[in-house]
């Protein structure tokens, strides 16, 4: 889960970027930074799932990922969010 305070930070990250985001499908401007962090299982079992920040188009619903450590978030270890 992001707090508020990230999902700003997130909102900011995308804004300071060369292009305001822009959905591929339907191409509105207009997108929500998901609460829910996405944590896709990798195939070791000692390595830890690979986080993706969710950013969806509120127009058409496709959901963008991002890597929340290119962003600059700290999120914790997702075995404490269950
Ligand atoms: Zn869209």
Redesign the pocket.
Known sequence: MLTPEQQQAVAQHLNTRAQQPT?P??G?TSMRVQRDVLALPTAGADTSDIRRVIIT?T??G?DMHFDPDVMGLSLPPSTSEA
């Open positions: 959905c499908v339907c509105t188009c127009y058409c496709h």
